[in-house]
């Protein structure tokens, strides 16, 4: 993307093939994010294709331009690509690039583990699409409703292939999770306080917990669908004994968050973009991340919303209802952030800035549906038809997307050392807002018509097909406008006009070094004197008395002062290694949640057959006090590695590991015991839950046993140290830890429970 | 203030009153028709009870949207209006906080929300009021079609769901399948059939008529067509259709029926269509408006189509398309549609 023409000769074709080889194997974030928002973009197209056949079929009623068969599959197809293959990879393509360049830094705090999570990514999505090669589509819907994903219901392996994409795709999306908040916390520039950091960081901080806490019961549930379709677990199962609810429990509980993931780096690049060109510091900033904070934490209190007509009972819909409701507050606070921000500004309608603001507008309308699907009664009535599919395009399209839009009219010239052409930007942009407002208003109006949502076809109701044509056109619109609007990034890259470091006169660190950035980033550090979020308005303002810092909610130096001394003592005390670890350790903490819930779920249901009562709890609990034991020897044996007593701190890793060993031999006799037994993990729920739940712990305690091992042998081999390695052992000893203290947890409840 | 506004009008109107104009276009040419002929907008014309607690809280919760869409459109027109720069301007004051204002907008929201609320709870108390000795139905969702138990009555049908006005009835909701969802939307509301267990509605349907819905929640490969269509007749009409429902068939009149009821009874119709509960029972399909759970309408013609064609029709349906001859299938049609 550099702009490289004005070397005086060709490469020769092995540099070039160098260069296209770089792309592969480069762990610059920056390139990662471009990687990231070409596969998006690639992904958009497939994803747009699917959406165009959808309209061709629907734009006229008993219409057999596609079977039912395929139908669903593209609508199945489509929303799992837009989800988790274009807007996810999207933003975490736009976060990739900007947030180190943003906060003052180099690179990501794991630069390689950076590169890994893209190609997962990718994978993961070519491993969705591949099975089209075998003539079938994934087709029981982005959310996948089980008992239709179940065996007798989709026999053939497209289910699986739905699965195994996201898995793939979820394991580098938690990764990239845990490197977006390691870095932040790790990486910024010498001088840099939390308070400081532009509201995009911010955002992406908080869709980081979103999706460290959402994903891995996407996860977990996914892995109970997977051994029910081919290992004949009933978790999902009604007909014997499993529950079909319990699947919409734990997606939901991904699900709804996974709508925040989406939205909330969408706010992040509003609130970068509106105040550049309203020429005013963003209002409220503080009120606007607290806010962003307040959405994260209360979407993991609405996922029933989606739920209503499940019949969930009147309590829990009142709770729900209350609680989705309450979202609304937060969220139309940003809104008159946004617009107070505007108010008095001088607003320069640049197509970014045009985005923006058409963001604002449709991303209320979507909003305002919102809150009236948190309303029980009407979600009786409107869930699931017409009326929800506009509103959550109004969400996803009229929201993320515009504002997606909007940050590429705004960094492209960063990216790319040129600019965007504004004409042909405005075209793109008013093609894009008729376009989208005639594909996706008329479909309130058909949801109020009683048309449901995911219908291949429909009987010739009175306007029914009028309706659907105009909105068929309206799709055509935004096709085209997407055609352009490549074709405009293609010709930007090509022959935009130079940019210069700054074209927007911004003040964010990204536009303190060069377009496009060096590999390093910035020459020094930081690149200039931070002393506000707005640290190039400073530089230019030098002469203004500093009035305006006090004016932007900025707390008393003191307060500041303190704030700093605590984050860098935070800072001081853990290594970048084991913040990772400490993050990937709470995530797990979810998924166990998850496997929990299930067993919980299923420990009273099963009537016939093994239950609790099978099970031998004085004989765990002998093995469990050895797993138990095995944390206080590592402790012990921590201490004595940091006074350097090699021998003792071998002697004492050697017996965690034995102790451990013990624990896992008592499992495996559990296991073969039970099998001997005839009981299965087929056997019923009971046994699905229970072996699915105990069996991944006893997989962690493998792990970490395999981790204590390696570490052994480094010790043995002399290869590693205390001095030289803290982070690398503390690591290994929290995870250790964490899988003992899980099994305190666990036991509690599937064996000692059976006992008290 | 006012002089900056004119001058600015000329250049920066352009915008926000194309955005105007095409947003009520739109809404005008998209909707206006529709709205004329109410009974297109079957959500807004409820014929139950129950319905119309929902209607008048969506209402509501509609003129409230509506206003708060308009005030945030309205202030971005404003400062679209009032506040563009152009090359050259000085940079604007650097305002970035009022207490009283951000009070203002967190506080109204709040109030609005609390409002809705408790207007939510009192609709749902509505809503789900259990009535006294209501008639108690029990709807199964199957891929891709509805069966309607009624047990108290001692029979079980399809296609159309009879229901008695101005009583109340319980439907008991559930599947044997995978998830549905009964959806009937000038009924009012829906509530998902999910296998293993059993939701409840409670309908008190005030106006005779027919009304149309369809499964909304996704159920596979013919979700399209498991549409619904629920009869709903005054309180003697309804006992008198209950009646003959529970009589057994006529015996077939002519020849021609004789010989379909032995097609019928010799070949592998009856495996699914008598007493199996795996396809509907064809007891009084005679009377029956629809073949296919609304793919098609009940005609002899549409029949024997059926019969033959299942798989040109409704590709997904688990019944096979059979090879019948044409005169077979005559006899079929006419023992069928004798069936009253």
Known sequence: MAITAERPHALPESHRAERLLEWVTTTDHKKIGILYMITALAFFLAGGVEAMLMRIQLSVPNNHFLSPAAYNGMFTLHGTTMIFFVVVPLLIGFINYFLPLMIGARDMAFPRLNALTYWLLLFGGLLLYFIIANDSVPDAGWFAYAPLTEVPYTLRNNVDYWVLGLLVASFGTIATAINIIVTVIKERAPGMSIRQLPVFVWMAVVTAFLILYALPSLTASQIMLLFDRHLGTKFFVPSQGGDAVLW???????????????????????????????????????????????????????????????????????????????????????????????????????????????????????????????????????????????????????????????????????????????????????????????????????????????????????????????????????GIASLLLIWSIIEGVRSGKPAGDNPWNAWTLEWATTSPPPPYNFATLPPVPIRSSRPLWDVAHQAQPQTTSAQQGQAEPSALRAARRSTTSFEERTPVAVLGMLALISSEVIFFGSLIAAYLEFRFRSTSGPGPASLDVGRTALFSIALWASSITLIVAERFLRRDNRRAFTALLCATIALGVIFMYGQITEFSTMYADNIKLSTNVFTSAFFTLTGFHGAHVVVGLGLLILLLGLTLTGRVSHERHPAAIQSIVYYWHFVDIVWVVIFTIVYLWNVL | MARRTAIKLCSAARLPRLLLVSLSLLIFSACGSPFSSGSSLTTLVPVSTQGRAIYHQFIVVSVISTLVLFVVLGLVVWVLLHYRGKPGDSEPEQVANNRALEIIWTSIPVLILAGLFVFMVHTMRTVDA????????????????????????????????????????????????????????????????????????????????????????????????????????????????????????????????????????????????????????????????????????????????????????????LMPSFNFTQSQLNALVAYLEGQK
Request: proline share 5%; net charge neutral.
């Open chain 1, 248 to 478: 919409q429990n734990l997606f939901w509980w991904f699900g709804h968050p996974e709508v925040y993931i989406m939205v909330l780096p969408a706010f992040g690049i509003i609130s970068e973009v509106i105040p550049v060109f309203s020429r005013k510091p963003l209002f409220g900033r503080v009120v606007v991340i607290a806010s962003g904070f307040a959405i994260g934490f209360l979407s993991f209190g609405v996922w029933a919303h989606h739920m209503f007509a499940v019949g969930i009972g009147f309590p829990a819909e009142l709770a729900f209802g209350a609680a989705s409701m309450t979202i609304a507050v937060p969220t139309g606070i940003k809104i008159f952030n946004w617009l107070a921000t505007m108010w008095g500004g001088r607003i320069r309608l640049t197509t970014s800035m045009l985005f923006a603001v058409a963001f604002i507008c449709e991303f209320t309308f979507g909003g305002i549906t919102g809150v009236q699907f948190s309303i029980v009664p009407i979600d009786w009535q409107l869930t699931d038809s017409y009326y929800v599919v506009g509103h959550l395009h109004y969400v996803l399209f009229g929201g993320t997307i515009f504002a997606a839009l909007a940050g590429l009219y705004y960094w492209f010239p960063k990216m790319s050392g040129r600019l965007l052409s504004e004409r042909i930007g405005k075209v793109v942009f008013w093609l894009m807002v008729i376009g989208f407002n005639v594909t996706f208003f008329p479909m309130h109006i058909l949801g109020l018509m009683g048309m449901a949502r995911r219908v291949a076809t429909y009987p010739n109701l009175p306007w029914w097909g009028t309706i659907n044509f105009v909105e068929t056109l309206g799709a055509a619109t935004m």
């Open chain 2, 130 to 317: 259990s009535p006294k000795d209501p008639v108690v139905i029990t709807v199964v969702g199957h891929q891709w079609w509805w069966e309607y138990q009624y047990r108290e009555q001692n029979f079980t049908t399809a296609s159309e769901l009879h229901i008695p006005v101005d009583t109340p009835v319980t439907l008991k909701i559930t599947s044997v399948d995978v998830i549905h969802s009964f959806w009937v939307p000038q009924l009012g509301w829906k509530q998902d059939a999910i296998p293993g267990k059993t939701n409840t509605m409670q309908l008190t349907v005030t106006k005779a008529g027919t009304y149309d819905g369809t499964c909304s929640e996704f159920c596979g490969t013919e979700h399209a067509w498991m549409r619904i269509r629920v009869i709903a007749e005054p309180l003697d009409q309804f006992n008198a259709w209950v009646q003959q429902q529970q009589q057994p068939a006529a015996q077939p009149a002519t020849a021609l029926a004789r010989e379909g009821q032995q097609i019928f009874e010799s070949s592998a119709c009856v495996s699914c269509h008598v007493n199996s509960g795996a396809a509907p029972n064809l007891t009084h399909f005679g009377s029956r408006e629809w073949i296919g759970s609304g793919v098609l309408d009940n005609t002899p013609a549409n029949l024997a189509r059926w019969i033959n064609g299942v798989k040109q029709v409704k590709p997904g349906a």
